[in-house]
């Protein structure tokens, strides 16, 4: 099969699933896991409760807002500024789970917690958030691969993208690449001035290209689940009037260590093991290392402000 005609065939899976079309028992246990292992996502439809859903919606106003705790990079609200006006004056805001007992809880969702269980095994922790509230006009991401950023040794890295809002090709949904996580191979990166994304490299010389990407349109309350390998971006919102809001959390199998950012002074890399994670499913045989405080909450950087790199 052809990887347009995967690709076609992704499309009406995502469009049988807004039908409502949902298999349950081990029909639903085949559907994930084969869909995850053959194209690298998988949408898991309605797994947040409308009443979750606007939960989440006040809580990222709330840490927009700095009421949750202190976020870098945040400028103070004005006073008489309206909640659209602070929200729409970002882009991303990352690790809001390290100041919000929402975003926290959000980690262990049921739904998304059985879905990792299945795909990733009995072992899961979660290292990372992102809420992503990209209104009118902001941009998106270049092409890449979320191992680019967070690598982990048993390409157990998995996403999960909780859409707050419709997500829409006018509002900036993802659009990713089906099966171009099978090859294990992370892609060489390079600095863009294209003005669509934001300050993220982008990923090149892979054997795909646009026309092989398909949009991941799906409705609030869904969540995309996606492997660490498989490339993917987003556009800008060109809607006329209208926030994408989605939270993204990342998740790995606890048997692995993260080797993931600066090691501190004097420690091998090969030893090094990120520990500020979240245990979400079964045990962690690294739990008597501890979890120390390392991350904070802090604005992304966008080419508005300036890339941080």
């Known amino acids: 099969m052809s990887r347009t005609d995967r690709s076609r065939d992704q499309e009406e899976l995502v469009n049988q699933q807004h039908a409502g079309g949902r298999p349950t028992g081990a029909e639903a246990e085949d559907s994930l896991t084969t869909t995850y292992r053959e194209d690298g ?12 859903v606007d939960t989440l919606r006040r809580e990222a106003v709330a840490v927009c807002r700095g ?6 990079g945040l400028v103070p609200a004005r006073a008489g500024e309206s909640d659209e006006e602070v929200i729409r004056r970002y ?13 926290h809880a959000a980690l262990l969702h049921p739904v998304v917690v059985d879905a990792l269980v299945r795909l990733v095994g009995p072992n899961v922790k979660a290292m990372q ?6 209104s009118e006009g ?5 092409w890449h691969q979320d191992e680019f950023w967070i690598p982990t040794r048993d390409r157990s890295l998995t ?6 809002d419709d997500a829409t090709v006018d509002n900036g949904c993802l659009w990713v690449i089906p099966g171009s996580h099978r090859r294990g191979v992370l892609y060489p990166d390079r600095e863009h001035d294209d003005p669509r994304f934001d300050c993220t490299v982008e990923a090149y010389a892979f054997p795909y290209g646009d026309d092989d990407a398909v949009p991941v349109e799906v409705p609030a309350g869904s969540v995309v689940l996606f492997d660490g390998y498989l490339l993917h971006r987003s556009l800008p919102n060109s809607g ?16 692995s260590v993260l080797p993931w950012q600066t090691p501190p002074p004097g420690v091998h890399l090969g030893k090094w093991d990120y520990r500020d994670v979240v245990l979400v499913a079964g045990e962690d045989p690294y739990a008597h290392r501890g979890t120390p405080h ?16």
């Open 159 to 164: 996403g999960a993208w909780i859409a707050l």
């Open 41 to 52: 996502f998988v949408v898991l439809r309605d797994a947040l409760s409308p009443e979750e």
């Open 67 to 72: 009421d949750r705790g202190a976020v870098a």
């Open 240 to 255: 006329r009037r209208g926030l994408r809001r989605a939270l993204v959390n990342h998740y790995m199998s606890a048997e």
């Open 129 to 134: 958030s992102m809420l992503f509230t990209k």
């Open 138 to 142: 902001k941009p998106g991401q270049a």
């Open 294 to 309: 390392l991350s904070q909450a802090m604005v992304r950087p966008e080419r508005d402000g300036g890339c941080a790199r």
């Open 91 to 103: 882009v991303c805001v990352h690790f809001p789970h390290k100041i919000s007992e929402v975003a």
